[in-house]
């Protein structure tokens, strides 16, 4: 893969492969990811990071309609990103992401479950 072991201006930044990369003008809107790289020029990796987009950096995608600009959270912040920056990030999918939406669907059903219950002894 290109973005392992990157050599920049500053030298090897020696990131890990990502097991599932992705650009993240790809990722569905509700979905959390990390940032591999940035597969830019100097000018645009710099404007990325001063928006907090930076390898190891976190992001939920809140709005993503494939054309035109998305909208994501970087921890408080709220950030309006165009497409072709967003090809430029390479992302993959925490691994936080998974388990929160799996204790999420346990809870509804657990909830679900329990409201059965009660309703029948009574």
């Excluded at 990811?33 to 940035?38: G, I, K, M, R, T």
Aim: aromatic share 4%; hydrophobic share 35%.
């Amino acid at each position: 893969m290109k973005f392992a072991n990157r050599t920049t201006a500053k030298g090897v930044s020696g990131y890990k492969k990502a097991e599932h990369p992705q650009s993240l003008a790809g990722v569905a809107p509700g979905r959390q990811v990390s940032v591999v790289d940035v597969d830019a020029g100097r000018e645009l990796r710099h404007r990325l990071e001063s928006m907090g987009i930076f390898p190891n950096a976190e992001a939920r995608v809140l709005n993503n309609s494939n054309h035109g600009p998305m909208l994501l959270s970087l921890g408080m912040n709220r950030i309006m990103l165009g497409r072709g920056m967003a090809q430029k990030v390479i992302v993959e999918p925490c691994r936080g992401d998974k388990e929160v939406s799996r204790r999420l669907f346990n809870c509804s059903r657990e909830t679900k479950e329990g409201l059965k219950g009660s309703g029948n002894s009574g």
